[in-house]
C-alpha cells in the first residue's frame, strides 16, 4: 500500500491531543487555542468535526463514550486507536527530519515583483519592513510573557522558531531595498525592475494533435482523505 499523503495539520493536531487524553471536539478547540497553537495550525471549527469524522473512518481515532453536561448537548469523546498513534509519531518524524518545499504568498510575490516599477516595489517592501517589525516585537512579547509564567521553553520553540524566521526575513527584505537603492541589483538599462525576462515561449507546447497543451505533465489525482484537505 502506498503512503497515506498528509497535508492537513490540523489532523495532526487532533492525533496530538487525542494521545496525550481523550476529548470532545469542543475541548479539542479550546486546547489548540490556550496553547496557542492555532497560529500554526489552522483552526476551524466546521473542518474540525469533518476530520475528526475521517481519522475515525480511517481507524485512526474511536469514540468512547458520549457525555451531557448540564443543558450542553451531548458530546462524543474521542482516543486514538494504535495506528492512531504510529500515524501520528510516523508523521511527526517526517515533519521534522524532512525538509520540504512550501509554497508562501511572499515568494509568489517576489518571483513576479518584476512587473512593477522600482519606486512602488521599494515602497511595498518599506511597508512589509514595518509590518515584520510589528510582528517581531508582538512575538517576542509573547514568548517573554510565556518565560515569566514560568511555560518551558520545549513548549515556545514554535514561537522562538518564528521569530527567527520574522527576524531573517525582515534582515533579507532590508538588504533587498538596499540593493535597489544603491543600483546593485541587476536590471535592464530602461531603468524598469523587470530584470527577470519573461519566456512566454515556455508556457505552452503544441501537442501533436495541433492543440495547444501545457508542457507540464499533470499532477497525479491525489487521494481523497478529508483530512489531507487544507
Request: glycine fraction near 4%; proline fraction near 5%.
Amino acid at each position: 500500500m502506498a503512503p497515506r499523503k498528509r497535508s492537513n495539520l490540523l489532523a495532526l493536531a487532533v492525533l496530538s491531543l487525542l494521545t496525550e487524553r481523550p476529548m470532545h471536539p469542543y475541548e479539542m478547540s479550546s486546547v489548540i487555542r490556550q496553547r496557542g497553537l492555532s497560529s500554526t495550525v489552522k483552526l476551524n471549527y466546521g473542518a474540525l468535526y469533518s476530520i475528526i469524522e475521517a481519522l475515525h473512518q480511517l481507524g485512526l481515532i474511536v469514540p468512547v463514550e458520549t457525555r451531557r453536561q448540564g443543558r450542553h448537548p451531548e458530546r462524543t469523546i474521542y482516543t486514538t486507536t494504535e495506528a492512531g498513534r504510529a500515524e501520528l509519531f510516523d508523521w511527526l518524524r517526517v515533519l521534522i527530519r524532512t525538509p520540504t518545499t512550501e509554497y508562501t504568498q511572499f515568494a509568489a510575490g517576489l518571483a513576479l515583483i518584476a512587473h512593477l516599477s522600482p519606486p512602488e516595489a521599494m515602497a511595498l517592501l518599506e511597508d512589509r519592513m514595518h509590518s515584520l517589525s510589528e510582528q517581531i516585537q508582538e512575538k517576542r512579547s509573547d514568548v517573554e510573557a510565556c518565560r515569566q509564567r514560568g511555560v518551558d521553553q520545549i513548549f515556545l520553540i514554535e514561537d522562538e522558531y518564528r521569530l527567527a524566521q520574522l527576524e531573517s526575513e525582515q534582515a533579507w527584505v532590508k538588504k533587498l531595498i538596499g540593493e535597489m537603492k544603491d543600483g546593485t541589483l541587476t536590471q535592464p538599462s530602461d531603468g524598469t525592475l523587470r530584470w527577470k525576462v519573461a519566456r512566454p515561449d515556455l508556457a505552452l507546447l503544441p501537442a501533436k494533435d495541433g492543440s495547444e497543451k501545457e508542457s507540464d505533465q499533470e499532477p497525479d489525482t491525489e487521494e481523497r482523505n478529508h483530512y489531507e484537505r487544507t
